[in-house]
C-alpha cells in the first residue's frame, strides 16, 4: 500500500512564498500528483512528476526526488485566491492500475492579506 | 469547454433509501473514476473503470455499493441502502487512459442520508 504525509495546515503573507511538502512510503511507484481544491469545489490537476526534478509551471513549482520519497509544491507569489487545500497523490508501478490515485489528507494553506 | 458532469448536485434521503448517482465522463476519456471525500478519511477511490470495463473496486463496500457503466457516456454509482455513514461528497473524474492520466474531477454530488 501507500503511506502518504504532508503537512495539515499552512499559513503565509499574500506575496509570500510556501512550500508544501509530501513524502511517500510505497510498494511501488510511478509518479506524483498535486491537485488544488477549493473549499466547496472538486480538484483541479496542478502538477505531474515522474523523474526526478522541478517542474515550473507559472507561479507554481513541483519537485520529485524518487530515492527519498518526496516531493514539495512551491507556490511563489501568493494571492488570496492560492487559499484552498493542496493535495499530494501518487500512483501505483504496475502498467494495469496507473490511474490509481491515492490521495494525502491535503494541506489547507492559508494566504492573509 | 470539455467537463465531467454529476447529478444530482445535492441529494438528502433518509436511511434505507436507494441512491444513484450519474456522471457524464469527458467525451473521448476511456477511464472513469468514483472517489468518496469525507473530513475523516480525505478522498478514497471506490472503483474505476477503463473501456467500460471495471478494473477495481476494492474501494467500495460490496454488499450496498455497485458501480456500472452503461455506456461510454454514462457512469452510475449506486448504494442500496444507504445508511448515515454513506453521508459524503462523491466525485466521479474522468482520464485519457495515457500513462499520465490527469484526472478530471466534476463537480461532486453531496449526499446526506438522514
Given amino acids: ?113 | 469547454d470539455a467537463r465531467v458532469t454529476q447529478t444530482p448536485r445535492d441529494k438528502v434521503t433518509e436511511m434505507g433509501q436507494e441512491v444513484t448517482m450519474r456522471c457524464q465522463p469527458i467525451l473521448g476519456h476511456n477511464t472513469v473514476f468514483w472517489y468518496r471525500q469525507t473530513m475523516m478519511q480525505g478522498l478514497e477511490l471506490l472503483a474505476y473503470f477503463r473501456n467500460r470495463a471495471p478494473l477495481d473496486d476494492s474501494g467500495m463496500p460490496k454488499d450496498r455499493f455497485s458501480a456500472e457503466m452503461p455506456d461510454a457516456t454514462l457512469a452510475t454509482l449506486k448504494i442500496q441502502p444507504s445508511e448515515p455513514r454513506d453521508s459524503a461528497v462523491y466525485f466521479c473524474a474522468s482520464g485519457s487512459g495515457d500513462t499520465q492520466e490527469t484526472q478530471y474531477f466534476g463537480p461532486g454530488t453531496r449526499l446526506l442520508v438522514l
Fill in chain 1, 1 to 113: 500500500g501507500q503511506n502518504i504525509d504532508q503537512p495539515t495546515e499552512m499559513t503565509a503573507t499574500e506575496g509570500a512564498i510556501v512550500q508544501i511538502n509530501c513524502t511517500y512510503q510505497t510498494s511501488g511507484f510511478n509518479g506524483l500528483f498535486w491537485y488544488q481544491q477549493h473549499a466547496g469545489e472538486a480538484p483541479t490537476f496542478l502538477s505531474y512528476n515522474v523523474l526526478d526534478g522541478l517542474e515550473e509551471k507559472g507561479r507554481f513549482s513541483s519537485f520529485l526526488s524518487r530515492s527519498k520519497g518526496y516531493s514539495y509544491l512551491l507556490l511563489k507569489e501568493l494571492q488570496m485566491k492560492d487559499s484552498a487545500s493542496y493535495l499530494c497523490a501518487v500512483t501505483p508501478q504496475t502498467t494495469d492500475s496507473w490511474g490509481k490515485l491515492q490521495f494525502g489528507a491535503g494541506t489547507q494553506v492559508v494566504v492573509t492579506p
